[in-house]
């Protein structure tokens, strides 16, 4: 059973910067041997689910949804089964409740795709 944990979320004003983490119970290596995908998903009231950035396990990779590109950043630390996201310059839009998913999904963003979550770490970008 795998076990994914957020945490980091805040309040801060625009332009401000957080990190997320998403903790993995276990080894972080088995679960990237098993799933392709680990991904940072947000949503916001009344909005659906919308994928950030996928780190891709194989290949170590990441890819970043068109409204974070070049704020975000995802990484990763074996040693603490650890998950990042990076946010800087943040802004009101980006205000949601965000979560961390492993999966094999047939695409990147597709929430459908993947098997397990982590609870919501909210944040709140004030303008």
């Known amino acids: 059973l795998v076990q994914l944990t957020a945490s980091g979320g805040d309040s801060v004003q625009t332009g401000g910067s957080l990190r997320l983490s998403c903790a993995v119970s276990?080894?972080?290596?088995?679960?990237?041997?098993?799933?392709?995908?680990i991904t940072w998903f947000r949503q916001a009231p009344g909005k659906e689910r919308e994928g950030v950035a996928v780190f891709f396990t194989g290949a170590g990779d990441t890819y970043y949804a068109d409204s974070v590109q070049g704020r975000f950043t995802a990484s990763r630390d074996n040693a603490k089964n650890t998950l990042y996201l990076q946010m800087n310059n943040l802004q009101p839009e980006d205000t949601a409740n965000y979560y961390c998913a492993a999966g094999r999904p047939p695409l990147r963003f597709d929430p459908s795709g993947y098997r397990f979550w982590s609870q919501g770490t909210q944040v709140t970008v004030s303008a």
């Open positions: 276990g080894s972080i290596s088995r679960i990237t041997s098993d799933y392709t995908h």
